[in-house]
């Protein structure tokens, strides 16, 4: 609008808000804050407005201002690019999330239908190595005896992509535990693989907290077997305890193995990563980025901290309680 547009105040009130009920409320909110300006002797307080232009475009508008004596003076700032940019950025983040359900959904279908054949083609390669060994030579039970192992190899992978795909499934719930004993019942079930390796687990008393038991089962067993995996020391140990953070907990554990390299801190967390050869250490590379998985449906984050032949430390975090 020029100045010969809108002569009066009265004038801009009609033509810039042209809905009789939102002018209303536009003139009552903005006359309250020059009144209480004027009142405290302070600037006026910004307000939001929806402004319809000469040529009828709308725009979102923050207005604010100073006032002298029965005057003020009245500034604008378009918000219209930036509100712009704030749907745009929804829309991807909803298509985002959209496209990782989806995602999620094919792993977990994915996964179950390719259990049965797979279960069923083992199966078989097991009966022909019972029942035909005698008529096998060397060479033909190595052949047999190779298909079996990487058919289980497959069954533990397809398992491992089960367990990411239900991670976020909307019916696991979140219920006060005590994280203590979620943690003695892994170190149960684990007993003889950290009898086997000469392990040493220590632990301090840990809180209790809104947490899905079974996934924070599963984050302690991944975290604790890898300990006593990647570890050359006779004596393996580890250590797991937490520091009180005030808004949230840090939770670590520490171990004494072969440790990782700093350009390879981020790269585990990421699905099917491995570092090492699986003739020199067994394992699918799910494992980290399931336990990343978990930490951020509870709404925290995780991290390693440690140097080759020196050990590592992975960190995670745990709000005091979880937000809807």
């Not at 810039?16 to 804050?33: L, M, Q």
């Not at 058919?151 to 991670?167: E, F």
Request: net charge negative; glycine share 6%; charged share 25%.
């Amino acid at each position: 609008y020029t100045k010969s547009d809108i002569p009066t105040i009265e004038q801009w009130w009609v033509l810039a808000y042209p809905d009789p009920e939102y002018r209303k409320w536009v003139i009552k909110t903005w006359e309250a804050a020059v009144e209480k300006s004027q009142k405290d002797g302070t600037d006026i307080q910004s307000v939001e407005y929806r402004v319809t232009c000469k040529n009828s475009e709308q725009k979102n508008v923050i207005i604010s201002g100073s006032t002298f004596q029965e005057y003020f003076l009245a500034t604008f700032i378009d918000l219209t690019a930036l509100k712009q940019a704030e749907k745009s950025l929804e829309k991807t983040l909803a298509d985002l999330e959209k496209s990782n359900a989806e995602l999620e959904q094919f792993a977990y279908v994915a996964s179950h239908d390719l259990q049965e054949p797979l279960r069923a083609a083992v199966g078989f390669l097991q009966l022909l190595q019972s029942k035909y060994k005698n008529q096998l030579d060397e060479k033909g039970h190595h052949y047999i005896e190779r298909a079996v192992k990487a058919g289980h190899r497959m069954q533990s992978l397809i398992n491992d992509l089960l367990k990411i795909s239900r991670v976020n499934t909307p019916n696991t719930t979140f219920i006060p535990a005590d994280l203590t004993k979620i943690l003695e019942e892994t170190l149960e079930y684990l007993q003889s693989t950290i009898t086997e390796k000469n392990g040493d687990v220590t632990y301090s008393k840990l809180p209790t907290l809104m947490v899905d038991q079974d996934q924070i089962q599963g984050l302690f067993q991944n975290l604790i077997i890898n300990a006593l995996k990647y570890n050359k020391h006779p004596k393996p140990t580890i250590e797991i305890g937490y520091e009180d953070k005030g808004h949230e907990y840090l939770f670590y554990v520490k171990d004494n193995g072969i440790g990782i390299s700093k350009e390879s801190h981020e790269k585990i967390f990421m699905i099917f990563q491995r570092l090492h050869a699986r003739q020199e250490y067994s394992g699918s590379g799910i494992g980290l980025a399931l336990c990343k998985k978990i930490v951020e449906r509870h709404q925290g984050i995780i991290w390693v901290e440690s140097e080759p032949g020196k050990g590592s430390t992975f960190y995670f975090t745990l709000p005091l309680k979880k937000e809807e």
